[in-house]
């Protein structure tokens, strides 16, 4: 019987979407030893699918030496990662304001991907799935753009926007996953959790 699994996201969002789904878990963060934002570099020419995948089962794998090195309680490790793509371009995190404002000025008046993975493990099951939504922006003009980055929520974010924040009031349309769009498709989580035997 499984009580509780480890979340291994920094994300409140995530946190948030598994309470939601009424799922106890506790985070497995990284320490300050370990380098996250490393894991997330993209291979040239990687196709987007292909990219979100492989961060999800890199991160998945160090949070289980991480759960191993800290001697933790073993129970199942849920991982999940989010890009936004137009084409085969890849928008991960802005690295700043300046990079925010160019992602925006790119993504505005397109419809582009929002990919996310989620890869759950257990012992030697490992279980993965990948929700693939559409996001239609409307045209923004410059000022739009530039106040929306001043605000700071596009930082640290995939595509430099949260579209449960004030990013809602650019996005015409949606179709897929809301809360896959947020970081964590509730349904494919929840799909993923019922093979391991948990009951939600």
Not at 82 to 88: E, I, W, Y
Request: proline share 5%; glycine share 8%; with cysteine.
């Amino acid at each position: 019987m499984i009580d509780f699994i480890y979340l291994a996201s920094q994300s409140p969002r995530r946190s948030q979407l598994l309470d939601q789904l009424g799922v106890l878990h506790e985070l497995l963060l990284p320490g300050p030893e370990e380098d996250s934002e490393g894991l997330e570099v993209a291979i040239k020419n990687e196709a987007p699918a292909v990219y979100v995948k492989r961060v999800t089962g890199l991160k998945l794998d160090a949070a289980l030496a991480r759960m191993q090195q800290r001697g933790l309680p073993v129970a199942p490790i849920l991982c999940s990662d989010t890009t936004v793509a137009l084409g085969r371009q890849i928008y991960g995190k802005p690295e700043n304001a300046q990079d925010a404002v160019r992602m925006l000025s790119e993504l505005a008046g397109t419809q582009h991907r929002v990919l996310t993975a989620v890869a759950l493990q257990h012992g030697r099951k490992r279980l993965q799935a990948l929700s693939d939504s559409r996001v239609t922006f409307a045209p923004l003009t410059a000022a739009q753009i530039t106040t929306y980055v001043a605000s700071g929520e596009p930082l640290g974010k995939a595509g430099a926007y949260a579209v449960q924040g004030r990013a809602a009031g650019f996005i015409s349309q949606i179709r897929g996953s809301y809360s896959g769009i947020m970081g964590l498709p509730m349904f494919e989580t929840a799909q993923l959790l019922r093979a391991l035997g948990f009951k939600l």
